[in-house]
Nanobody, 126 residues
Framework: QVQLVESGGGLVQAGGSLRLSCAAS????????MAWFRQAPGKEREFVAA????????YYADSVKGRFTISRDNAKNTGYLQMNSLKPEDTAVYYCAAAGSVLGVRRHLKDSYNYWGQGTQVTVSS
């Protein structure tokens, strides 16, 4: 059973940056596929980015491509989401998620992940 805890959220002005962290415990983090999702008020939880267990492969939603970078440090059991050039529409609760294996065509689907953190709020002011 993997436990995930996000941190690093906060209030930032448009154009600013934040770095989210996802600390994992209770499992072998290096064997898990990891992703970030976000959920804005009144909207569905949506895929942001994902990273393979080794960190060699990364995937992004079109809305964040070129601005966000997902990474992981398996030695520290921690995943990261570096968010640059933030926009007001990036405002949401950000969740990290993990799964033992994820089919490539399903990596953007929240049902593919069975471990979730509690979320961290990111607010971007205009």
């Amino acid at each position: 059973q993997v436990q995930l805890v996000e941190s690093g959220g906060g209030l930032v002005q448009a154009g600013g940056s934040l770095r989210l962290s996802c600390a994992a415990s209770g499992g072998t983090f290096s064997t898990y596929f990891m992703a970030w999702f976000r959920q804005a008020p009144g909207k569905e939880r949506e895929f942001v980015a994902a990273i393979s267990w080794s960190g060699n492969s990364t995937y992004y939603a079109d809305s964040v491509k070129g601005r966000f970078t997902i990474s992981r440090d398996n030695a520290k059991n921690t995943g990261y989401l570096q968010m640059n050039s933030l926009k007001p529409e990036d405002t949401a609760v950000y969740y990290c998620a993990a799964a033992g294996s994820v089919l490539g065509v399903r990596r953007h689907l929240k049902d593919s992940y069975n471990y979730w953190g509690q979320g961290t709020q990111v607010t971007v002011s205009s």
